[in-house]
């Protein structure tokens, strides 16, 4: 079993590991932007770590719903439904509340953001990546139960990491039709 799980895991969190890569460049490029708006600079690390972890606790309840037997893919299925809007009324919430800390904080870093260019910047890009969640979250785990693999293994590294590269293009997408 241990040896299965490390064969299927080790390519899987290689690849995953450039992708990561692949979003400290993108990173790299706003730098400039990012240096000189610390509320920025403070959402980048909040905005993808909550994704991942709204993405960890979707994926851990299908899982469990999978291995239940009562996950199935379907829009009129309530449980997928009830966890999707849970993980969007939490986005909803928390980014909310990101933003007027990133704002207070990047204000006593001496930064010049007003506070509805930072709600705005975090509220829309975290509602827009929650939506990446649940989509990436329901599509990794039925694709991994597909495939034959146990999502316990591996939706949780997939998503997360999914999540820290568009998370960073989402925010910086946000940032340049806000700012």
Not at 16 to 39: C, D, F, H, K, R
Request: proline share 3%; aromatic share 6%.
């Amino acid at each position: 079993m241990v040896r299965s799980m490390v064969l299927t895991m080790l390519p899987l969190l290689a690849a995953l590991s450039i992708l990561q890569m692949v979003s400290g460049s993108v990173l790299e490029a706003y730098e400039e932007v990012l240096l000189t708006n610390p509320a920025l600079l403070i959402l980048v690390p909040v905005q993808i770590g909550t994704a991942g972890n709204l993405g960890s606790i979707m994926c851990s309840r299908l899982s469990t719903q999978l291995h239940l037997g009562t996950f199935e893919l379907a829009v009129d299925n309530p449980e997928v439904r009830s966890n999707s809007g849970a993980i969007l009324g939490l986005g909803a919430t928390v980014f909310v509340v990101v933003g007027f800390a990133a704002w207070g904080i990047g204000r006593l870093l001496g930064g010049t953001l007003g506070l509805l260019e930072v709600l705005t910047i975090s509220i829309v890009s975290g509602m827009l990546l929650a939506v990446f969640v649940v989509v990436v979250s329901l599509l990794a785990v039925s694709t991994s139960y597909r495939l034959g693999y146990n999502p316990d293994d591996t939706t949780i590294p997939v998503v997360t990491n999914v999540c820290d590269i568009t998370g960073v293009l989402i925010l910086f997408g946000v940032i340049t039709l806000v700012l």
